[in-house]
């Protein structure tokens, strides 16, 4: 039997929507940078997200030339031969056979790894490690609001197409807080009826049109993908495609946001993690299906978008008694996207002998995933590194941006 962290397990209640949207939480933000309308054309996007419950990098990206690697993984352990053998990325870091569509994104230079990277917290509690990530704080309990709705307040001015819109059971706290524009709101769809919609969308109307404007949308976006089979997820799979699918539709309409969060859930792998086959398998097909519908999804929109994939941090070097991973520190970040200068794994490799390992147990991290997020938010939306800095990271100064990663 699989064994799950108590403090992971979520006490939302069900609901249709939740139901619909396989477990994930789903928010985007409308907003149209001033750039978006420059002379060289660009209209970017931006796409988070994360994978709640401490994602294996040791197993997704397995540095095999490392020679204390597969002593330390086992089992679990991927191989550049055999019948599922791992995607050489260079001749040191392979990815994981569950992820063609990655690697086939990494091939054409639209896809790059960040490797032993991590938050700047250290003590493995998910929820803590997750309110760290998403806060963007060095520490938990200082905020309820998230980096990426700050960071969306240093945006360059532009033109607003609309309110904000989140679909789904809660909103990430990454893009939680105060709205960065005045006269406009998130809005986090209710599980309602039909009833009690219309006179919200009624009371609204009187208030604030747009943000009638926004829930009428939303209402007949659920309906739509309600009624639509391919929309929702099958029995026995996961739906972070499907959710891609529907995030994808939204962001590729020209007044639809261009600001996205998906939180995805599942990835606390203590027991049965499955070497190239198994749960986290499972687990990271249904990513690489995500991100392969963002890229059809988005069409000629591709070009200018990037995708941040992170996680709350890494997990143990060495497998349990289990065949699978107890909490770390270290882990991956994934980069995809048109707009991302990829086909690179950047890593500062700590090495995996016992005396480079974090407390003895952990891939060691040597990069700030703020540093590499900053470097999202420079270069792909021109957001200057004193904002940064001091609001969207605050007292993270130390943490420079990355260079380079946008192409």
């Known amino acids: 039997m699989t064994m799950d962290c108590r ?53 997704t990206v397995a540095p095999v030339g490392d020679p204390d690697y597969a002593g330390l993984h086992g089992a679990i352990a991927l191989s550049r031969e055999g019948p599922h053998a791992a ?51 060095a520490g938990p309990g200082r ?132 070497g190239p086959v198994g749960r986290l398998a499972t687990l990271l097909s249904g990513l690489d299906g995500a991100l392969a519908e963002f890229e059809s999804g988005l069409g000629d929109k591709w070009r200018d978008t990037a995708i941040v994939v992170a996680t709350e941090f890494g997990r143990t070097a060495r497998i349990n008694g289990t065949e699978g991973t107890d909490h770390g520190t270290g882990t991956i970040a994934l980069l995809a996207g048109g707009a991302i200068k990829g086909g690179r794994v950047i890593a500062d490799w700590p090495g995996l002998k016992p005396a480079s390992l974090f407390e003895g147990r952990d891939l060691a991290p040597t990069t700030d995933l703020r540093a590499v997020i900053k470097g999202v938010l420079s270069d792909h939306l021109g957001i200057g590194e004193r904002v940064l800095a001091e609001t969207v990271f605050p007292d993270s100064a130390a943490a420079k941006p990355m260079k380079g990663l946008i192409a």
């Open 143 to 274: 905020v309820q609001s998230g980096w990426l709705n700050r960071a969306l307040q240093g945006l360059p001015r532009g033109e607003r197409i609309a309110s904000a819109l989140a679909v789904g059971p809660t909103t990430p706290l990454v893009l939680r807080g105060q709205a960065p524009t005045v006269g406009w709101a998130p809005v986090t769809l209710p599980a309602a009826d039909d009833d009690t919609a219309a006179r919200l969308i009624d009371l609204y109307q009187h208030r604030d049109p747009a943000l009638a404007g926004a829930l009428s949308q939303g209402l007949r976006l659920e309906k739509t993908a309600l009624a639509d089979e391919t929309m929702r997820p099958k029995p026995g799979t996961n739906g972070m495609r499907q959710v891609a699918r529907g995030a994808a539709k939204l962001m590729a309409a020209d007044d639809g946001p261009r600001i996205a969060a998906l939180a995805f859930d599942g990835w606390d792998t203590h027991a049965n993690e499955g």
């Open 87 to 137: 995607t050489m990325l260079d001749s040191y870091f392979a990815l994981h056979p569950a992820m063609p569509e990655f690697a086939r994104l990494y091939r054409d230079k639209h896809a790059a790894v960040i490797h032993a990277v991590a938050t700047p917290y250290r003590d493995r509690s998910h929820f803590d490690g997750q309110d760290v990530l998403e806060s963007g704080f």
């Open 7 to 59: 403090e992971g397990r979520s006490s939302l209640r069900t609901s249709r929507r939740a139901l619909l949207l396989g477990g994930a939480s789903f928010a985007a933000w409308a907003y149209l940078p001033k750039f978006a309308r420059a002379a060289d054309g660009r209209d970017p996007r931006l796409i988070v997200v994360i994978l709640r419950g401490a994602l294996d990098g040791l197993a």
